[in-house]
C-alpha cells in the first residue's frame, strides 16, 4: 500500500504550560545563550496511508493528540492554523528530523494504534518541531541544533525552511560481497590488514586465520573477519 503522506502537527494548547518548549529554553540559557524569550514545541507524525482527510483528522484527534491539553493541524503548521496557540512573536524555527533508513521507535506502536482504531497505514515517521522566539543569531541557532536538539549520528536538522511533507527516502542498498585475500599473505601484511581494518588482532591470531582458510581453501569476507575480531576481542 502506498497513498499520500499526511503531515500532523501537535502542540500544546495556548495558555498552558508546554514542558517541552520551557526545558529546551532552560537548557539554551545553560549554554549562555540568553536571547531566547519563549519556545514551543511541536510533535509532527507523517503517516502514509490511502485513507481520506477525515479518517486522518480522526487519528490524529482520537490517537495523536489529548484533546484536554493538545491542539493539532493535519498539512498545517499548527500554531499558525489554531486560534489561540500562542504562537512565538516572529519566532526562528528548528526541525528535526530521523535520517534516512534509521529506525523510527514510535512507528510500530503507532501502527498497532491506527490498526485499532479500524484504520489503515503502511508507514509512520515522526519529527519534532521548535519555534524559538527572541534574538538570536544563525550561529546561535545552529549551535542549539547541533548541541541541544538534534543527534548528529541518527538525525539531521532544517533552520527556517519550510518543512518536508515528508521524512526524506533512504537511497536504495545495494549489497557488494567484499573478500579479503588473506590466504598468501605474511606476516608483516597481515598486521598490517589488523591495523588497517581495525581489527585489533594479534599477530598469532591473524596467522590462526590466515592458516583456517587456508586450510578451508577459500578467502574469508569482511564481515567474517570483522566477527572474528569482535569474539576474541
Avoid at 82 to 97: F, M, T
Wanted: net charge neutral; charged share 30%; with cysteine.
Amino acid at each position: 500500500m502506498k497513498g499520500k503522506v499526511w503531515r500532523i502537527e501537535v502542540a500544546t494548547r495556548g495558555g498552558l504550560l508546554d514542558p517541552a518548549g520551557a526545558g529546551v529554553r532552560s537548557d539554551i540559557r545553560d549554554l549562555g545563550i540568553t536571547g531566547v524569550t519563549d519556545v514551543r514545541f511541536v510533535r509532527v507524525t507523517f503517516i502514509r496511508t490511502k485513507e481520506n482527510r477525515k479518517a486522518v483528522e480522526a487519528i490524529a484527534a482520537e490517537l495523536l493528540s489529548d484533546p484536554v491539553s493538545d491542539v493539532f493541524a493535519v498539512e498545517k503548521h499548527v500554531l499558525e492554523a489554531q486560534p489561540g496557540a500562542a504562537v512565538p512573536h516572529r519566532p526562528q524555527i528548528i526541525e528535526v528530523v530521523r535520517k534516512p533508513g534509521v529506525m523510527d521507535p514510535v512507528e510500530a506502536s503507532t501502527l498497532k494504534g491506527i490498526r485499532d482504531m479500524g484504520r489503515k497505514a503502511s508507514e509512520v515517521h515522526t519529527a519534532r518541531r521548535y519555534l524559538l522566539a527572541g534574538s538570536l543569531s544563525h550561529d546561535e541557532l545552529v549551535l542549539i541544533a547541533e548541541k541541544l536538539l538534534a543527534n548528529p549520528s541518527i538525525e539531521t536538522y532544517c533552520l527556517n525552511a519550510d518543512s518536508p511533507s515528508e521524512r526524506p527516502e533512504a537511497k536504495p542498498y545495494h549489497f557488494k560481497l567484499i573478500r579479503v585475500a588473506i590466504r598468501d599473505m605474511n606476516d608483516e601484511s597481515l598486521a598490517e590488514l589488523s591495523r588497517r581494518g581495525q581489527l585489533y588482532l594479534s599477530l598469532d591470531e591473524m596467522r590462526a586465520i590466515r592458516d583456517f582458510f587456508a586450510r578451508v581453501r577459500r578467502d574469508p569476507t569482511d564481515v567474517e573477519l570483522e566477527s572474528l575480531a569482535q569474539t576474541w576481542s
